[in-house]
T-cell receptor, first 112, second 119 residues
Framework: DGGITQSPKYLFRKEGQNVTLSCEQN?????MYWYRQDPGQGLRLIYY???????QKGDIAEGYSVSREKKESFPLTVTSAQKNPTAFYLC???????????FGEGSWLTVV | AQKVTQAQTEISVVEKEDVTLDCVYE???????LFWYKQPPSGELVFLIR??????QNEISGRYSWNFQKSTSSFNFTITASQVVDSAVYFC????????????????FGQGTILTVHP
């Protein structure tokens, strides 16, 4: 089936650790995105990538890093520099500018 | 900068009632896209509709309908004869396209409206 796969669904992180959230899509989309959602709030853009080996910071990029080595993959690393990482993280992709953006099922990250 | 406002934080209705979710947006661009997404308890955002700024026709899809009014910068969503399965958080979002499409589809989301449909 075509779609966007995020893993893991639930992740617990200890203070000071880096963690990586996986996002894979088999839709042949050029653009990929990472959004963060906090309880009772809308989504905020962390990073986005329009093409392989290129990505740009979104509105809340501090404490996060990404890579885009393959078209189908856009992993997000939450570093120890992110002071409040507990949130729901959503990966998304789109064929290109102006097209519909489709979302994965999300990953819950909790700092313990 | 663009902004999306969903003034209704929570709405509660009884099954079979009609319900309208409001969305007001701000943008300086003449070319943009508007979206509605549904987020059920499972968490995934489900795409409902995309409308470009040049198309002000209202749209109906089954029990769903959308009213886009550029003059008031509004893109409201109505569910007719609501059902329990409609219970979810609904998000309105705006995507701007800068010169040459440089914004590349980044979405600005509203805060979301929690809809609860009671049996």
């Amino acid at each position: 089936d075509g779609g966007i796969t995020q893993s893991p669904k639930y992740l617990f992180r200890k203070e000071g650790q880096n963690v990586t959230l996986s996002c894979e899509q088999n839709l042949n989309h050029d653009a990929m995105y990472w959004y963060r959602q906090d309880p009772g709030q809308g989504l905020r853009l962390i990073y986005y990538s329009q093409i392989v080996n290129d990505f740009q910071k979104g509105d809340i990029a501090e404490g996060y890093s990404v890579s885009r080595e393959k078209k189908e993959s856009f992993p997000l690393t939450v570093t120890s520099a992110q002071k409040n990482p507990t949130a729901f993280y959503l990966c998304a992709s789109a064929p290109g500018a102006g097209n519909t953006i489709y979302f994965g099922e999300g990953s819950w990250l909790t700092v313990v | 900068a663009q902004k999306v406002t969903q003034a209704q934080t929570e709405i509660s209705v009884v099954e079979k009632e009609d319900v309208t979710l409001d969305c007001v947006y701000e943008t300086r661009d003449t070319t943009y896209y508007l979206f509605w997404y549904k987020q059920p308890p499972s968490g995934e955002l489900v795409f409902l509709i995309r409308r470009n700024s040049f198309d002000e026709q209202n749209e109906i899809s089954g029990r769903y309908s959308w009213n886009f009014q550029k003059s008031t910068s509004s893109f409201n969503f109505t569910i007719t004869a609501s059902q329990v399965v409609d219970s979810a958080v609904y998000f309105c979002a705006l995507s701007e396209l800068g010169a040459g499409g440089t914004s590349y589809g980044k979405l600005t989301f509203g805060q979301g409206t929690i809809l609860t449909v009671h049996p």
